[in-house]
């Protein structure tokens, strides 16, 4: 990114920082591996940030790392071992230093009517979408908390509003979350921790891809509820994010943001 100068600044031989910058910031992206994390993790060096990228598959993390260069590094993790998410950030504060931005990324689906879902699926979608996503939430807020300062965000999803049949799991997880996102950031801002969410519509990933797949109409509807008329790209979701996470959202706290071609304008 080019450095911000205003033509008034400019007029004026000033130069303003960069409000879109993340230079010298600490981030951490869940599910960063793939997908919307990985192009999450790409904005976010691209824009100054050194980025942790976590996932269970250690070759894809090492993979994407190697890709996108010396600011992005890898730890493997599982978000639903609870128990190892507060060493997980020790970890990387102790070597790169306080972590400024947490990114819940990861994420799971599965496509089934819903009298057809079994407790054993239900509850594995909510505890990698929910409740995984407020236990290291709660370990890395009360660090940022401490040192009041911190921004949090959370990729829910356009399925949190509208009625998509056959995710039931998926659709409560990420209502959940879009209301625990304003419960968190009332209760975090006055130690200027900053809550907000994404949330995303059709968006071309391996995720979206399968559900595709498993269904040959669904594309043509989901063109159908979306205005611009084309999926949207992982970097969509990336570049939304750089902005939430950077000075230029100072202020913005509680919200949730569409990116999603004009999904929630209604279906
Ligand atoms: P992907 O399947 O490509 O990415 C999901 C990532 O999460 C993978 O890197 C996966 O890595 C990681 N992950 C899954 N479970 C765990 C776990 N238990 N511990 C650690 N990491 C885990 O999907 P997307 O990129 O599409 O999805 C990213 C987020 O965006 C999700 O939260 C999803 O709900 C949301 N979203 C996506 C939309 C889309 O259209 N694609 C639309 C709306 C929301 P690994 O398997 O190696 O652990």
Known sequence: LEPFVSPHAQANGQHQPNPFSLEGKIALVTGGGTGIGLEIARCMATAGATVIITGRRESVLQEAATELGESVHYLTNDVCELDTLEDLVAQIEATHGPLDIL?????????????????????????????????????????????????????????????????????????????????????????????????????????????????????????????????????????AAVFLASEAARYITGASLPVDGGNSIGF
């Not at 995984?132 to 959370?154: D, H, N, P, Q, Y």
């Not at 071309?204 to 269904?215: F, G, I, K, P, Y």
Request: glycine residues 6%.
């Open 103 to 239: 990114v819940n990324n990861a994420g799971i689906n599965m496509k089934k009517p819903a009298l057809e879902v079994t407790d054993e699926e239900f509850s594995r979608i909510i505890h990698t979408n929910l409740n995984a996503v407020f236990a290291l939430t709660r370990t890395c807020a009360s660090r940022m908390m401490e040192r009041k300062s911190g921004v949090i965000l959370m990729i829910s999803s356009m399925a949190a509003y509208y009625g998509i049949d056959r995710v039931v799991a998926y659709a409560a997880s990420k209502s959940a979350v879009e209301g625990m996102v304003k419960v968190l950031a009332s209760e975090f801002s006055k130690n200027n921790v900053r809550v907000n969410a994404i949330a995303p519509g059709f968006i071309e990933t391996d995720m979206s891809r399968t559900a595709m797949n498993s269904d040959p109409d669904r594309r043509d509807r989901a063109m159908r509820r979306t205005p611009m008329g084309k999926f949207g790209q992982p970097s969509d979701i990336g570049h």
